[in-house]
């Protein structure tokens, strides 16, 4: 069972940043595949951006450039720096990790850009 606990979100000025952040429970946080999805109102979820155990991260295209996800495995936590934000990264962002087939979600954090 893998526990995790968001926060950093809030409400920011497009062109702004926020740096969300994920503290997560186990004693493997090392080999967890972690991270980061969102959800817009009426949207499905979405993946923003993922990184592995050893730090090779892959981003979706909308966010290339402008986010940037890192973990810190003695913290056994992953953040996600987002810069140069846009009205339409408006959504809940939810943190997951993945281990044993099987993902593991927080409870979520809302990012709100305004315009």
């Known amino acids: 069972q893998v526990q995790l606990v968001e926060s950093g979100g809030g409400l920011v000025q497009a062109g702004g940043s926020l740096r969300l952040s994920c503290a997560a429970s186990?004693?493997?946080?090392?080999?967890?595949?972690m991270s980061w999805f969102r959800q817009a109102p009426g949207k499905e979820r979405e993946l923003v951006a993922q990184i592995s155990g050893a730090g090779t991260a892959n981003y979706a295209d909308s966010v290339k450039g402008r986010f940037t996800i890192s973990r810190d495995n003695a913290k056994s936590s992953v953040y996600l720096q987002m810069n140069s934000l846009k009205p339409e990264d408006t959504a809940v962002y939810y943190c997951a990790a993945r281990t044993g087939g099987s993902y593991y979600w927080g409870q979520g954090t809302q990012v709100t850009v305004s315009s």
């Open positions: 186990g004693r493997a946080f090392s080999t967890y595949a």
